[in-house]
Structures are given as structure tokens and as C-alpha cells.
């Protein structure tokens, strides 16, 4: 399919952006998880250079330069999206293919009403008077993301859908940040732990941080009964265990 201005390349393919978005998701500790929806989005941006002078009475000073990317649906601007311009052997097309069915958002402002309003927030940002900014080389493009809606399991029957925007042209999770860190279930820190211990190198650690973690599950028990409801005894403990089967099991 034609689009009317060129884009940006689709070097991330559909399982390659799942693949990223499963690998965040396992690193913040979210195992249980489905994938809701995924699809292509071509979203327009107008990159563009712009020079910072300051005049005085007997010339021009020329204090910084830079260039930006401004997001013509959105009307913010993105950083990491501006980077894109100065990647060498990236070609860009009018031409993109229509096998992910791609969703192609439409600009809410025209080249005239991105130019004035570009002009006003990049004096803003440089605390400068827009009389002193000049803006270059204004052109629209495409860039595509993938946009990844996956459901984590809170509860027994609670779930919380997260949306992830990946950059298609680079494989970057540009709200990684939103995914939060999930706390570990007695189960998974089970599982972990014995893993662990099917390697005799890691007895020893484990041998040290029971002794430490042992004593303080008797800490403030007049009876010197063992403190069970600490999550990290009960991993400990099983750990004796583990070690003790993996032995025996050894010199059978």
C-alpha cells in the first residue's frame, strides 16, 4: 500500500515485538501472562533542525543547534523518535506492506500549523524569545510502532491489561517504564531456589544466608520456635531439604 509521505522502515517483525514484550515482562517478574491484541501503527512526525542566535548591537551569535522530532498526532515532542534522522543506511519509502494490516494515523496539524507552533515550543524549551529561533529542513514521516496490549494476572480472577508501544524501526519498548516490578510468589521463589540448588556451586551460598536467615526466624520467640510465616525461612528450609534429597540421591 502507498501512504502520501515516506516512512521508516519495519525492521521488528510481529513475534520478534512479542518476544521483546514476554522478556520485559518475565524480568519484572510478571509470569503470568496473555497477549490481548497487537498491531502496526504508522504515526506522523515532522522532524526538522532548528539554530539558536542571539543578536546584539554589533552582530549575530549563534548559541546552539539541535534537531527534533514532533509528533503530529499527538502534537509532543519524542526524543528518541528524532534520533532516527541521523541513522545512517536507513531507507525510507512511500511503499509499506500491507501483511499486518497497518493502521496509518492522519496528522492533526498541517506543515503551516507545525511550523508556528514548532517555532513557539522550541524557543520555550531553549528559554529563549522565538524571534532568536530559526527552524530547517521541516519534513513529514512515518514512523511505525508496534503497540502490544498484553493482560497480567493480578489475583485469582484479577487481571490488569498493559499497553507497550514498540519502535518498529529500532526494537526499542518506548514506555518500559510502565511496567512495574511484581513482587515474587512463594512459588516462584520456590522454584528459583531449587533450581539453584541443582548446582553444588551454590550449596555453600545457600548454607551461609540459612544461617543468618535461620537465626532470625527465632528472633523475639520466647519459646525459640521457628518463625514459618517468614517467607524466607520457608524457602530456606525447603532448601535443607532439597540439599539433603540431592545427596542422597548422589551416593545412592
Known amino acids: 500500500m502507498f501512504i502520501e509521505k515516506p516512512a521508516f522502515p519495519v525492521s521488528v517483525d510481529l513475534s520478534e515485538a512479542g518476544e521483546k514484550v514476554s522478556n520485559l515482562l518475565k524480568r519484572r517478574h510478571w509470569i503470568a501472562f496473555t497477549f490481548s491484541s497487537t498491531i ?55 511503499e509499506v506492506s500491507e501483511e499486518d494490516a497497518p493502521r496509518v494515523l492522519s496528522p492533526k496539524i498541517n506543515e503551516s500549523e507545525a511550523k508556528d507552533i514548532i517555532l513557539v515550543k522550541t524557543a520555550s524549551l531553549a528559554g529563549t524569545s522565538k524571534k532568536n529561533v530559526m527552524i530547517s529542513g521541516l519534513e513529514l514521516l512515518y514512523v511505525p510502532f ?10 485469582v480472577d484479577e487481571k490488569h491489561e498493559l499497553g507497550l508501544r514498540i ?6 519498548i518506548v514506555n518500559e517504564a510502565s511496567v ?3 513482587e515474587k510468589g512463594f512459588s516462584e521463589l520456590t522454584s528459583e531456589a531449587l533450581d539453584d540448588l541443582s548446582k553444588p556451586s551454590e550449596w555453600i551460598n545457600y548454607s551461609v544466608e540459612l544461617a543468618s536467615k535461620l537465626s532470625k526466624g527465632f528472633k523475639g520467640k520466647s519459646d525459640n520456635s521457628l518463625n514459618l510465616s517468614n517467607p524466607d525461612v520457608k524457602i530456606l528450609v525447603l532448601a535443607i531439604i532439597a540439599i539433603i534429597v540431592i545427596i542422597w540421591v548422589a551416593y545412592l
Do not use: C, M
Not at 502496526?40 to 548591537?57: A, C, G, K, M, Q
Not at 508496534?146 to 489475583?155: F, S, T
Open 167 to 172: 519502535n518498529a524501526t529500532t526494537g526499542n
Open 146 to 155: 508496534w503497540i502490544v496490549k498484553a493482560n497480567v494476572k493480578l489475583g
Open 180 to 182: 512495574p516490578f511484581k
Open 40 to 94: 502496526l501503527v504508522y504515526v506522523p512526525y515532522y522532524f526538522y533542525s532548528y539554530d539558536i542566535v542571539e543578536e546584539t548591537e554589533k552582530k549575530t551569535n549563534h548559541v546552539s543547534s539541535g534537531s527534533k522530532a514532533f509528533n503530529a498526532f499527538n502534537k509532543e515532542f519524542d526524543a528518541e523518535v528524532a534520533d532516527l534522522a541521523s541513522l545512517e543506511d536507513v531507507s525510507r519509502s512511500n
